[in-house]
C-alpha cells in the first residue's frame, strides 16, 4: 500500500534539544495525525489537525498541517530521555483509512 | 478518546496452528475497527476493515480465507490466522474509529510462530 514520505528517517539528539520531523504526500489529506510508537506497544495519538493551515499544539509538541494540505510536520521541544520512541505521521481523507508514514526514530544521547 | 484492548499481548504457537486475537473497545462502541500488521522496523499497513454486523474490507494481498475477521459486536473483533506459518510472525495491531473519525490503537499482540 502507500506510505507517506517521512523525514528524518532517524534522529540521534541531546537531552533538551528541539526536534523538526516532516511527512510530505503525492496526494491531498483532509486530516492530519501524528502518533508515538514505543517499542512492543501500540501507537498513541499525539495530534490531530483537520484545516490547513492549522497550528496545534499538545504541551511541548507543535504540529502543522501545510497549506497545500500534502505535508505536515511536528516539532518538539526541550526533548526529554521519555520522548524516544518512533513517531509516525497519517494522513486521512474523510472517514476513509488512515494512510501511514515511514516513521522517525528519535533517540536521545546521554 | 477510546480505549482499546487486544488480547493475548504476545503468543507463540507452532507452525499449522490457529491463532485468535481478539480486539476490545472498552469505554466505545465501535460500528468500524482495523486491523494492521507491523513487521520489524517498519510502518504499520493495514490489512482489513472490519465492520460490526457485516463482511470485513480486505487490503489487496491480505488473504481473507488465512486472516478470519469477525466483528460480531460493538465491541469486539477477533483476528483468527489459519494454519500460521513462519512467515506470519509479525506485531498484529487494531484499532477503533472514534467519534471524530479519529483512529485509536490497542497495544498490539506480538505472534511468533515456530
Known amino acids: 500500500g502507500q506510505q507517506l514520505n517521512q523525514s528524518p528517517q532517524s534522529m540521534f539528539i541531546q537531552e533538551g534539544e528541539d526536534v523538526s520531523m516532516n511527512c510530505t504526500s503525492s496526494?491531498?489529506?483532509?486530516?492530519w495525525l501524528w502518533y508515538k510508537q514505543d517499542p512492543g506497544e501500540g501507537p498513541v495519538l499525539l495530534i490531530a489537525?483537520?484545516?490547513?493551515?492549522e497550528l496545534t499544539s499538545n504541551g511541548r509538541l507543535t504540529a502543522q498541517f501545510g497549506i497545500t494540505r500534502k505535508d505536515s510536520f511536528l516539532n518538539i521541544s526541550a526533548s526529554i530521555p521519555s520522548d524516544v520512541g518512533i513517531y509516525f505521521c497519517a494522513g486521512q481523507l474523510g472517514n476513509e483509512k488512515l494512510t501511514f508514514g515511514t516513521g522517525t526514530r528519535l533517540t536521545i544521547i546521554p | 478518546g477510546a480505549v482499546v484492548s487486544q488480547h493475548p499481548s504476545w503468543v507463540i504457537c507452532k507452525s499449522g496452528t490457529s491463532v485468535k486475537i481478539e480486539c476490545r473497545s472498552l469505554d466505545f462502541q465501535a460500528t468500524t475497527m482495523f486491523w494492521y500488521r507491523q513487521f520489524p522496523k517498519q510502518s504499520l499497513m493495514l490489512m482489513a476493515t472490519s465492520n460490526e454486523g457485516s463482511k470485513a474490507t480486505y487490503e489487496q494481498g491480505v488473504e481473507k480465507d488465512k486472516f478470519l475477521i469477525n466483528h460480531a459486536s460493538l465491541t469486539l473483533s477477533t483476528l483468527t490466522v489459519t494454519s500460521a506459518h513462519p512467515e506470519d510472525s509479525s506485531f498484529y495491531i487494531c484499532s477503533v474509529l472514534g467519534s471524530t473519525d479519529t483512529q485509536y490503537f490497542g497495544p498490539g499482540t506480538r505472534l511468533t510462530v515456530l
Open positions: 489537525l483537520y484545516k490547513a493551515g
Open positions: 496526494s491531498i489529506f483532509n486530516t
